[in-house]
């Protein structure tokens, strides 16, 4: 007899326990932002191939959204429950942001050196390498 009511005892704490985990989870709300810094991340490191400059927009308008949304987590951080997206996609802008801006870089010396002519022309192109290069 004793042991059915231990055995009674612990399934209404185990109930309990489970009710309580149950209502933690469905009261934390995702943070608004979240899938869009993520999506602003991956947009940033694939516009790094648009000349650098779709890749800085992405990034830097991902960071700021990162901003918002860190400060809403920082208040009450047992409310959020989405932090894990937020903090990657802050990584992937800075990611993004680091490769757009090398690449604008990269693409501002080109242009410097051999011109904006010689871009879309292939044999002035080889003039202008041929007269670099010294041969």
């Known amino acids: 007899m004793q042991s059915l009511w231990f055995f009674l005892i612990f399934i209404n704490i185990f109930q309990l326990f489970k009710l309580n985990i149950k209502n933690y989870i469905m009261n934390q709300q995702k943070l608004p932002n979240a899938t869009a810094v993520l999506v602003l991340g991956i947009v940033s490191i694939v516009g790094c191939c648009c000349y650098g400059v779709l890749g800085l927009i992405a990034g830097i308008v991902g960071l700021v959204l990162y901003k918002k949304d860190i400060a809403l987590y920082n208040a009450n951080p047992s409310l959020y429950s989405d932090y894990s997206n937020l903090n990657t996609g802050r990584i992937l802008c ?12 990269i693409n501002i010396i080109f242009i ?9 022309d292939q044999e002035l ?4 390498m041929r007269e670099l290069l010294g041969q």
């Open 94 to 105: 800075i990611i993004g942001l680091i490769l757009s801006a090398l690449y604008l870089v």
């Open 125 to 128: 192109m080889q003039e202008k």
């Open 112 to 120: 410097a050196v051999f011109g904006l002519e010689a871009i879309s």
